[in-house]
């Protein structure tokens, strides 16, 4: 399993995560539950397709007219605020574009515990939106690998 490595750490080191995504429809929350034992590390995940509801969720109306949905801003602004409402250690933001000639996905990890983002843009090559989201999870990983667990 992909992200099987990343569970057993963060239930290793009682480190809780709470995702909120957009493009990739509850992806990464559905894969973390996949693995036994991440009911004690998930807190939260939630869909936040629609503007309103990346608002509703504390997501800034001045940064998504400033920045655009698509964007680093509105990525780390999900992280921060699920990491904040669900009262996690970790959060995830995910948002982008799966369609059309600008395709692409901002991704952040929001450490709680420090403070600290950490971002990353994968421009998405698919043309198959299954396996482009999978893309998006395996950045996921290598990210929270190359920071979170180094």
Known sequence: ???????????????????MESCTGGLLGSMLTDIEGASAILKFSAITYSNEYKEYMGVSKEVIDKYTVYSKEVAEEMAYNIAKV??????????????????GVYLCIYDNRNNHYENTYINIKNNNRPKE???????FKDLFNSTIKK
Not at 87 to 93: E, Q
Not at 133 to 139: D, H, P, R, S, Y
Request: glycine share 10%.
């Open 1 to 19: 399993m992909i992200l099987e490595d990343i569970v057993k750490y963060l239930i290793k080191n009682d480190i809780k995560i709470a995702t």
């Open 86 to 103: 669900a009262k996690s250690d970790i959060g995830v933001g995910i948002t982008g574009r799966l369609s059309g000639d600008d395709k």
């Open 133 to 139: 989201k999978l893309e998006v999870i395996k950045a």
